[in-house]
T-cell receptor, first 111, second 110 residues
Framework: NAGVTQTPKFRILKIGQSMTLQCTQDMNHNYMYWYRQDPGMGLKLIYYSVGAGITDKGEVPNGYNVSRSTTEDFPLRLELAAPSQTSVYFC??????????FGDGTRLSIL | GDSVTQMEGPVTLSEEAFLTINCTYTATGYPSLFWYVQYPGEGLQLLLKATKADDKGSNKGFEATYRKETTSFHLEKGSVQVSDSAVYFCALIGNEKLTFGTGTRLTIIP
């Protein structure tokens, strides 16, 4: 069972570059989430989606964009990478009222 | 809004010691409460949960009881092992969004 799969696992970007973090789940979950985890901190919600075609902002959406064209995929895009976006990014999915299943994370460094 | 406050770390214990990690919450209504564990280099994994007052969640020797009167969900284990070294997050679900505490890093020394 694959669960929630994130790619890439690691990435280094230069300031101003753009990239897309991929997330896919095979559990047919309607709800999907993107979090960032800064060193020594908890998780902060960036964006979430309650179903295909529907997305909404979380606590820290600035500098990010998302789309949800299918139930399975929920990519996160950084358009102009900034050092403040250096973090570990986690994607998660759920049925909404059940605990979320997490991917293994993408470690992103902006230099 | 919803919030979770948990015991600041890091916490260092000797193997076979008793563990308590405190967690209190603020939420409207009747949230479900969770403990997640994050091992080094990995994502979060659900450790245990409780969905209503006085429920006790348990898994892998860990326990936590949903105390509505004190708005608490403290994590306990009677005898910790080196393999329990990880970061532990208390969380709640309210309004469909999972709210996390800041995490408590636990290190167990042989």
């Amino acid at each position: 069972n694959a669960g929630v799969t994130q790619t890439p696992k690691f990435r280094i970007l230069k300031i101003g570059q753009s990239m897309t973090l991929q997330c896919t789940q095979d559990m047919n979950h309607n709800y999907m989430y993107w979090y960032r985890q800064d060193p020594g901190m908890g998780l902060k919600l960036i964006y979430y989606s309650v179903g295909a075609g529907i997305t909404d902002k979380g606590e820290v959406p600035n500098g990010y964009n998302v789309s949800r064209s299918t139930t399975e995929d929920f990519p996160l895009r950084l358009e102009l990478a900034a050092p403040s976006q250096t973090s570990v990014y986690f994607c998660a999915s759920s049925t909404g009222d059940q605990p979320q299943h997490f991917g293994d994370g993408t470690r992103l460094s902006i230099l | 809004g919803d919030s979770v406050t948990q015991m600041e770390g890091p916490v260092t214990l000797s193997e076979e010691a008793f563990l308590t990690i405190n967690c209190t919450y603020t939420a409207t209504g009747y949230p479900s409460l969770f403990w997640y564990v994050q091992y080094p280099g990995e994502g979060l994994q659900l450790l245990l949960k409780a969905t209503k007052a006085d429920d006790k969640g348990s898994n892998k020797g860990f326990e936590a009881t949903y105390r509505k009167e004190t708005t608490s969900f403290h994590l306990e284990k009677g005898s910790v092992q080196v393999s329990d070294s990880a970061v532990y997050f208390c969380a709640l679900i309210g309004n469909e969004k999972l709210t996390f505490g800041t995490g408590t890093r636990l290190t167990i020394i042989p």
